[in-house]
């Protein structure tokens, strides 16, 4: 086997790892810290695609685009939060019902204001070169993005203020109630957070993933099952689980057949699953 196609191929699952990632990480946050599984995740990320989208065409410069999706996302779940999820805690499958029909609700809004198909932005026309074979730029870029947004959550929960607040309000909210913090607030916050990590997934994957009503299908579906792999450890084992799951994927589809490769994402969650049914870091030590 050539060097330069094993390269090839190494670079392109890593960088599909990192989409998936970078697609799953608002999940695992509103996940691991509130007990809320969000299925409205996936339509968040088209929110924030849309927005990105929308920016764009009225003439902001794409980078720009980026904070509005954000800033558009967590507006959206933050009222989300305070008028659904709010009354829902602890009741997980009832959580699970709302979020799914918000997320019906969501998916006919953009079919109605956007129609099936839209334009999308172009992905910039840089590439490298690995001896007789050709990688676009952008796709690998995603491998940093997910590496940064990684450490970004991780130093907004453990080392701020704010992080330590959202783990005792969800941890001991009596406790945390008892000594001045504010848990609703603080809940609200949290999930608004998830919410615009999903807008910023939907705008920084939009010239890869051009926007459609259902492109948040197919992310929340497997982002869903990596976040359900992790674990208890949601942030580190959401990594460990989306480079697993979907770099294997991804090299599996590039030797065989893309359908080979979910088949090969499915079978592999499904054995993780049964030899760790509480996830693959339920005995680790750390706990984000």
């Known amino acids: 086997m050539e060097f330069d196609f094993l390269a090839t191929v190494l670079l392109s699952s890593l960088s599909s790892a990192s989409i998936l ?15 809320v599984i969000n299925l409205a995740h996936g339509e968040f990320l088209m929110v ?23 800033l558009m996302t967590m507006i959206i779940g933050a009222i989300v939060e305070v008028l659904i999820i709010r009354r829902l805690y602890g009741r997980i499958f009832d959580t699970m019902l709302a979020t799914w029909g ?25 590439n490298i070169q690995i001896g007789d074979y050709s ?13 940064l947004m990684v450490i970004f959550v991780y130093i907004l929960m453990i080392k701020t203020v704010y992080g330590m ?58 982002g869903f ?15 460990l689980a989306a480079l697993g799951l979907g770099g294997g994927a991804s090299l599996t589809a590039s030797f065989m057949t893309s359908v080979i490769g979910d088949v090969f994402f499915f079978l592999i969650t499904a054995l993780l699953l049964w ?5 693959i870091s339920a005995k680790w030590r750390r706990k984000l």
């Open 135 to 147: 990688l676009a730029v952008y796709p690998l870029l995603m491998i940093v993005i997910a590496a």
């Open 48 to 70: 924030g695609a849309y927005s990105a989208l929308t920016a764009t065409q009225i003439g902001l410069p794409y980078p720009l685009a980026i904070p509005v999706a954000v």
């Open 275 to 279: 030899l760790y049914p509480m996830g």
């Open 102 to 126: 918000l997320g019906m609700i969501f998916n006919q809004g953009a079919v109605l204001l956007f129609g099936t198909v839209t334009p999308g932005i172009g992905m910039p026309q840089w």
């Open 225 to 239: 099952l990596t976040v359900v792999v992790a674990g208890p450890v949601t942030l580190t084992g959401s990594a």
């Open 21 to 35: 990632l970078i697609a799953t990480i608002g999940l695992a946050v509103v996940y691991g810290l509130m007990g």
């Open 165 to 222: 607040k959202a783990r005792a309000s969800i941890q001991s909210p009596q406790m945390a109630q008892a000594i001045g913090i504010e848990s609703t607030r603080v809940n609200t916050l949290t999930f608004a957070v998830g919410c615009g990590l999903a807008g910023f997934a939907g705008a920084i994957l939009l010239p890869i993933i051009p926007a459609t009503p259902s492109m948040g299908m197919f992310f929340a579906v497997k």
